[in-house]
C-alpha cells in the first residue's frame, strides 16, 4: 500500500511499524508498505492524507497510483512520456571499439538528428573468450563524444564493480539484462537522478521486471523506462522473442516509459526494420536500435547491427508509422 502521510508524521517510527519504504515530497511523505498490508492502524490514520491499495508489489510504477506515464527530461528539450507523445531514437553500435570508430557513428548521428548516442564499455557475453569491452576508456571516448558533438550518452552496466564509474561518466544509465537483478546497481540507481533504461532480464516475468524498477523507486529515483528486449522462447530461429504482448500490459498497468530493443530480440540485421515498425505502432517512449560503420567487422553482436544505409532507410519508414498513432520520432 502507499501512504501520502503528513510531514507532522514520526515517519521513522511509521516507516518501522510498516516495514517501509519512505520518499520524502515537499509537501508529504511517501510511504510504501509491503503490498500485503491493506490497512492503516488506527492511530495512524490522523495523519495519513491519501491511501492507495494495491494487489502486488508494482505499486509506484502502478498506474493505479500515478495515472499517466511518467515524464523523463533528459534536458529541457529532449523529454519521453508525460505529455510529450515523443518517441525517441537512441542509436549507436553495440561496444565502443575504437575512437575512430565512435567518432564515425557519432558523426551519423548529429547528421541524421539523433540525440542519444548509445554503445556498450561493458559487455555482458555469453563467453569469456570474446570481446568483452573496452572498459574505462570506453567511456573515455563516449565522453569525448558527447563534449564534442552535444550528443547525450548511454552506455550499459554489467555489474556493481563499476556502476559508480557508469554513473559518473553517462547522462543515461543503462541496466542490461544479465543484470536486471543486480541489487548492488538496483541500489546504487536509485540514488541518483540521471535517468535509468531497465533491461528485461531475458527469463524475467513481467512481475519481476517492474519490482526491479521498484528498487529503483523505492529509493528515491523517479526517472526509470522499462525496456523490453526480447525473452527466451523455445524459438530458435530468432534469437529471442520479442514480448509484445508484454509490452500491452506495461502500457496498461504501469505509468513507466517504455523503450523497445528489435535488435537484440530478432538477432538479424534483416528483420530489424519490419520489428521496428510494429514497435513504434504499439506507440511507445523509446526505441533502442544497433547501428554500425561496419557491422561484418563488428566486435559484438555483428548479425543484428544496420548499417548506415539500413538505418537511414528505416527512420525515414517511422515517421508515418508514428503519426498513425499519434506519436512524433524524436
Ligand atoms: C546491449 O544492449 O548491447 C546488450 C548486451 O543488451 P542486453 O542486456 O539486452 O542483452
Ligand atoms: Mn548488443
Redesign the pocket.
Known amino acids: 500500500m502507499i501512504l501520502h502521510v503528513q510531514k507532522k508524521a514520526n515517519i521513522a517510527a511509521l516507516q518501522d511499524f510498516y516495514r517501509a519504504y519512505s520518499l520524502e515530497e515537499k509537501d508529504h511523505y511517501v510511504l510504501i508498505t509491503p503490498s500485503a498490508i491493506k490497512e492503516v492502524d488506527e492511530s495512524h490514520k490522523k495523519f495519513v492524507i491519501d491511501s492507495f491499495p494495491m494487489e502486488s508489489d508494482i505499486q509506484l510504477a502502478n498506474r493505479k497510483y500515478i495515472t499517466s506515464t511518467r515524464k523523463i527530461e533528459f534536458n529541457e528539450d529532449l523529454c519521453i512520456g508525460g505529455d510529450t507523445n515523443n518517441t525517441l531514437m537512441i542509436t549507436g553500435p553495440?561496444?565502443v571499439e575504437s575512437e575512430e570508430q565512435i567518432d564515425t557513428v557519432a558523426q551519423f548521428c548529429v547528421a541524421q538528428g539523433i540525440k542519444v548516442l548509445?554503445a556498450?564499455c561493458y559487455?555482458?557475453?555469453t563467453s569469456p573468450y570474446t570481446f568483452q569491452g573496452l572498459g574505462h576508456k570506453g567511456l573515455i571516448l563516449l565522453a569525448k563524444m558527447r563534449d564534442k558533438y552535444g550528443l547525450k550518452i548511454i552506455t550499459?552496466v554489467k555489474d556493481a564493480t563499476h556502476v559508480d564509474d557508469v554513473i559518473e561518466f553517462t547522462d543515461i544509465i543503462?541496466?542490461?539484462?544479465?543484470?536486471m537483478y543486480d541489487h548492488g546497481i538496483l541500489r546504487a540507481c536509485s540514488k541518483i537522478q540521471k535517468p535509468i533504461v531497465l533491461?528485461?532480464g531475458?527469463g524475467s516475468t513481467l512481475q519481476e521486471f517492474v519490482q526491479s524498477a521498484e528498487f529503483i523507486l523505492s529509493g528515491g529515483n523517479n526517472n526509470v523506462a522499462l525496456?523490453e528486449?526480447?525473452i527466451r522462447t523455445y524459438e530458435t530461429k530468432t534469437r529471442f522473442t520479442l514480448d509484445l504482448c508484454g509490452v500491452a500490459y506495461l502500457k496498461e498497468h504501469t505509468n513507466l516509459p517504455i523503450i523497445l530493443?528489435p535488435?537484440?530480440a530478432m538477432g538479424y540485421a534483416y528483420g530489424v526494420p519490419d520489428l521496428t515498425r510494429a514497435c513504434v505502432a504499439m506507440g511507445i517512449d523509446g526505441l533502442?536500435i544497433?547501428t554500425h560503420p561496419n557491422p561484418k567487422e563488428a566486435k559484438?553482436?555483428a548479425s543484428q547491427q544496420l548499417n548506415f544505409e539500413e538505418f537511414i532507410a528505416l527512420k525515414k519508414s517511422l515517421d508515418k508509422v508514428a503519426s498513425a498513432v499519434g506519436r512524433k520520432i524524436v
Open positions: 553495440c561496444s548509445r556498450g559487455k555482458p557475453r550499459e543503462q541496466i542490461g539484462a544479465k543484470a533491461k528485461r531475458f525496456c528486449r526480447g530493443d535488435s537484440h533502442l544497433e559484438s553482436d
